[in-house]
């Protein structure tokens, strides 16, 4: 059996290549925001949330973006649970902030830009919460 037929396929999407790739701009800077599009990438680099200020604990950052994943609704809601909260956002976004360790893991649909995910969406799951851990 060949190594293409014994694979299956990953419905959850685990294994999404991130080609791109930005890291801390400085030594003192540990930030890193992955994504497989880079308008994504790029956006959450350029934002304000990286720009803030120097991240005390660092910050870890992967969107995929899941074009194949369910489209719809613009309905936003917010879990929290101790040192996780969670955004969905209509039927195919969601994001988990994980504070004690600050890192943020999301799936966007493909309906939602990333201008939207930068200007409302992120801040949304931050909820106050990021500033803690920036100087």
Request: hydrophobic share 40%; aromatic share 8%; charged share 25%.
């Amino acid at each position: 059996m060949t190594n293409g037929n014994s694979r299956h396929p990953d419905l959850l999407r685990r294994f999404v290549a991130t080609p791109y790739v930005f890291r801390g701009r400085d030594d003192s800077s540990r930030i890193r925001v992955e994504s497989n599009e880079l308008e994504i990438a790029l956006g959450i680099w350029n934002s304000a949330i990286v720009g803030q200020g120097n991240w005390v604990m660092g910050m870890y950052c992967k969107i995929v973006r899941d074009a194949a994943g369910p489209v719809g609704g613009c309905d936003i809601s917010i879990l929290t649970d101790g040192p996780l909260r969670v955004l969905y956002r209509g039927r195919g976004t969601i994001l988990i902030y994980e504070r004690e360790r600050m890192e943020i893991l999301g799936f966007l649909s493909s309906d939602v830009r990333a201008v939207e995910l930068v200007s409302s969406l992120l801040p949304a799951l931050f909820g106050g919460i990021a500033e803690d851990h920036i100087n």
